[in-house]
């Protein structure tokens, strides 16, 4: 088994974690077929979801561009896509189509004339009451939050990160190509741990020993200005913004990204690394347990990409006007 390199005695940058919260007497959702205020938006002790987990997830960002007075949703539609693909893991069925959850989303985000950037929570799950171990011959029901959000991390001056004790759970035992709401105990697990000892951010290593993912996140690394990124088969969840870096990384910068499997000892060599996915965006990687990426601090490749993908999730770049959806009516002019 690999060990866990010890952090260093005094680490060279504390983690300060931002823990988004969600006031219960504010706001709106959508539950039990319409959108209420979030204080009557409830469920019982009983719920077969809390006691078990059985439900899945999406994470949505919503970026607030002041000069164009508007809210751009990004990838709204393909989130949606993969909710549905999760819910089919879980054998949730739900009466709202794809274009009916992304239709309520925006009427949500209206309703509460968000001026600034904003995290939406969209939650599918097995609400019967009982504490039968099955899916099956369940209820289901949705929910869809959305609040106010900035950055997750720090994404401009680099993350301090360790290699987690904790293995990434294997695709054979839960199904981690779906955002299933029980897996993610053991990014809880890990990230707590790595904060606990004064990291920002932790790396999962799969059974087998390769490089997985980061606690809730994709991880690319970049060597001689080429792109690697872990492979679908080492139990990484296929992220919406992962595919979109991807994307972005051959059309702008001239780099295509090779998915294969990558070695522990690799990330020490990298030139840079940087995490990606809808809470942390696109986050350099300076140090891994007291050891310098490359030059210790965010590297340029890196930020471009960074200052091309926020730009293009705030609506101001027309090539990727696909990626937004735009929250309220056009100006007219």
Known sequence: MVQQINPPTTPTKA?????????????LAYFGGAIVPMSEATVSVSTHALNYGTGCFEGIRAYWNADHEQLYVLKLREHFERFA???????IEIPESTEDLCAITLEILRRQNFHQDVYIRPLAYKSSRTIKLTLSSLENAVTIFAF??????????????????WRRVSGNAIPVRAKTVGAYVNSALAI??????GYDETIFLTESGNVSEGSSCNLFLVRRGQFSTPRTSDDILEGITRNAVIEMAERNLGIQTTERAIDRTELYDADEIFLTGTG?????????EGRPIGSGKPGPITMELQRRYLAAARGENPDYAAWCTPVYPARSS
């Open 15 to 27: 983690a300060t974690p931002v823990i988004p919260t969600v006031a219960a007497e504010q706001g």
């Open 85 to 91: 693909h999760s819910q089919r893991m879980l054998r």
């Open 148 to 165: 106010p959000m900035g950055n997750y991390v720090d994404i401009s001056t680099g993350l301090h990160v360790s290699i987690s004790s």
């Open 192 to 197: 707590d741990e790595a904060t606990a000892a």
């Open 280 to 288: 942390v965006q696109i986050s350099p990687v300076t140090h891994i």
